[in-house]
């Protein structure tokens, strides 16, 4: 009983230790680093564009440095001061998708970014990272930036916001702010049942309908001038709030939106961590990037919750696909480095794997062979991450792979999901 008094007094200096650090260092606000991300398949570079002062910091206050060895981005945020990193986020991002395609091989492209951290006291350096070809962050860019400029555009509200679920204070909690793409003005009540089944779709699902009092939902209501959604394979354009559309890539169902700063403006109007958009159609497709944001169809008739958890998966933490085939991408996985991803391995470096590998019964082979007849069990089968061959996965189905053949995670991604919810709810 002594010990276990002593443990709840440590964790509880801890805790506030950690918060005296957000305290020494932070305001409650947020600051924005807008930039463009430029390259090809072989080279990127960043061009700084502008910052912007945004009234909301609803992210914890105690994980304030990132520790997951998560994403294939990665900013750091320097006082200048101490030389001491006090902020930093890992992340992906549309642009490094779009350098594994065929098209970044012909071309250089530019696409809007942007990342967010609570408002330094003092004046900082940002620093961003990038994954080299081994797999490790490597420095790309820097720049000071100073805390009293006057060129720091601080954010104007234009919309209409309203909470979907709400269970308490932000730093406590995964914030998620949902916004419409492709409803027009006179379907608000159409997007409000939309935000609504959200909450219901999604929290029908484990491990999120056990970890629902550590989630707030909130809504921005950003009208579009035209209802539905751009589709340039079918010549379909719609004048949307945020510019999304499917066929990236060249993919049918691939529905997504290159102006992330765009995504940013709008979002900004709500205390939040995480970007979800609800797309006003009922056509099968979406997407989702770690650190960055999700999208998907809120009206399919049979499986918007599935998208909506499967999407999540990759927005939250960065959950890879678990299929193989039928993507516009070449080398996303190379056979000779491990993937950073808690559900994919090239097995380069399985032992990695702590989630997987503590789910992983001792008598399990490895690679291991799928037994339909056989009831499931935490394996590592070939298939996934886009290919066939030389890229394993846990499970023989989990909403990382089929949504047609199963309604739950594997064990694997259950466990990976609960404890980064617990992290960010600090």
């Not at 200096?13 to 932070?26: D, G, L, P």
């Not at 992340?91 to 967010?116: D, H, I």
């Not at 219901?200 to 939902?217: I, L």
């Not at 799928?370 to 590592?380: F, H, L, W």
Request: charge should be negative.
């Amino acid at each position: 009983m002594i010990r276990f008094f002593i443990g709840i007094l440590f964790c509880c200096f801890a805790s506030q230790t950690v918060n005296a650090q957000f305290e020494k260092y932070f305001r409650e606000k947020t600051l924005r680093f807008d930039f463009y991300h430029c390259g090809d398949n072989r080279t990127e570079c960043y061009y700084f564009d502008e910052l912007i002062e945004e009234p909301y910091w609803a992210g914890s206050k105690v994980s304030l440095v990132d520790t997951t060895g998560y994403g294939n981005q990665m900013f750091k945020i320097v006082d200048v001061a101490s030389g001491t990193v006090i902020y930093s986020r890992s992340y992906c991002t549309l642009f490094n998708e779009w350098q594994t395609t065929e098209e970044a091989g012909k071309s250089r492209k530019c696409m809007p970014e942007g990342v967010v951290f609570p408002y330094p006291k003092n004046d900082v350096r940002i620093e961003l990272y990038a994954r080299n070809r081994q797999g490790d962050f490597e420095k790309k860019f820097e720049q000071m930036i100073r805390v009293d400029d006057y060129f720091i555009r601080k954010f104007t509200p234009r919309y209409e916001t309203f909470e979907v679920m709400y269970n308490g204070d932000p730093a406590h909690k995964v914030d998620i702010v949902l916004l419409p793409e492709g409803y027009a003005e006179n379907e608000k009540e159409k997007f409000r049942q939309a935000c609504e089944g959200f909450v219901r779709e999604f929290f029908n699902y484990s491990p999120y309908k056990e970890k629902v009092s550590q989630f707030n939902v909130r809504a921005v209501w950003a009208p579009s001038k035209e209802s539905g959604v751009t589709m340039p394979g079918e010549h379909v354009w719609r004048q949307t709030a945020l510019k999304a559309g499917f066929y990236t890539f060249g993919a049918e169902r691939y529905q997504m939106v290159e102006d992330f700063q765009g995504i940013r403006d709008v979002a900004a109007h709500a205390p939040y961590e995480y970007v979800y958009i609800l797309s006003n159609t009922q056509k099968y497709g979406g997407g989702g990037i770690y650190n960055f944001y999700g999208i998907s169809a809120a009206n399919h008739p049979t499986r918007t919750g599935k998208i909506y958890v499967h999407e999540f998966g990759h927005v939250l933490l960065g959950l890879g696909d678990e299929y193989g085939g039928n993507a516009p991408y070449s080398d996303m996985y190379p056979a000779d480095v491990e993937p950073w991803e808690e559900n994919l391995t090239t097995l380069v470096h399985f032992d990695r794997k702590k989630v997987w590998k503590g789910l992983l019964d001792a008598s399990t082979p490895v690679p291991t062979v799928v037994d339909k007849k056989a009831p499931e069990r935490v394996g590592v089968y070939e298939g996934g991450g886009y290919v066939a061959k030389g890229v394993y996965r846990p499970w023989t189905n989990c909403l990382m792979n089929n949504l047609h053949a199963t309604d739950r995670f594997c064990p694997v991604c259950c466990e990976a999901i609960t404890r980064y919810v617990d992290w960010l709810c600090q």
